[in-house]
């Protein structure tokens, strides 16, 4: 069974995501520069709760079978669901994601930016709807208030390289490819450019593409082992969830600390039936931004 070493790798280079905001829904001034460096931790609540019962119903089950001098076995149903439970693991793994941002003010109510997390490169725009408060310039003076609400579009990629994968030599892969598209809404406060409330509901779409060798591996090893290691060609997931965070700081330095948390449904089939890789996701992080240049709007 090697090709299960392989799969396990795979999800577990490509499934889980970087959910942090690090910014709030006021949108830089045109050539204004915004450079944030941060790390996050990514924690899959619902899937390691999903573990330690599979965990603790098992362990009764054997105590029980010890106490009355019985045999144990797994049955076929406690077998899947602990599979099911060790793949949804290896699948979103808990982690900790450093992350570099760059964020440029292009027009008035317009900005876009890049951000490298180690495991993905993601750009993105965001755009103001609506402004309220203070008229204001690139920053906001003691006393002056702004409230905001913006939409941004981010797209991102993933890599699968790896130096473990780079050792294996079961199958070259070299066609894998994970792609998300995110959709957040930004609102927020700030208070004289020292304090920042925010929030940014967000929906993010991941799709991933199989190596098409190692989904042809998978396939043959069925009738030589008599075990159903098929992979599906393409896996898609969706997250549903929300950021809350707060800024301090004054113009050019602030440090911000947020949470997000929301739900991952996937469902993808595999090991021969459609397996429930979902559960509720938290990630709570931390960056120190720096910002500098442009003009007054």
Known sequence: MRILPWLFLTLL???????????????????????TGGVGAFVPVGTIVRVVEEGREQSREAWDAIVNDRPYALGEEAQQRILTAGVALMASPPGVNPELMLRVGVLDGLDVGVRYSGISLRGDLKVRLAH????????LE?????????????????????????VLEVVEMNDFGR????????????WGDIFKLYAAPKYIYSRTRMDAR?????EQGKPVTGFDASLPA?????????????AVGYRYVHLFAEVTAGYFRTRPRLFGMERDLGGVAVMPSVGLAIRGGGSDR
Do not use: K, W
Request: glycine share 12%; aromatic share 10%; proline share 5%.
């Open 142 to 166: 003691p006393g002056q208030r702004s409230f905001d609400l913006a939409m941004g579009v981010g797209v991102s990629r993933h890599f699968f390289s790896s130096p473990v994968l780079d």
């Open 234 to 246: 393409t896996v898609g997931s969706h997250f549903v969830g929300s950021t809350l965070g707060i």
């Open 132 to 139: 309220g408060g203070d008229t204001v310039g690139r920053y």
């Open 214 to 218: 190692l989904v042809n591996y998978a």
């Open 13 to 35: 280079t490509g499934c889980a995501s970087t959910l942090s905001t690090q910014q709030t829904a006021r949108t830089l001034a045109p050539g204004q520069v915004q450079v």
């Open 179 to 190: 792609y998300d598209i995110e959709v957040p809404v930004y609102l927020s406060a700030d």
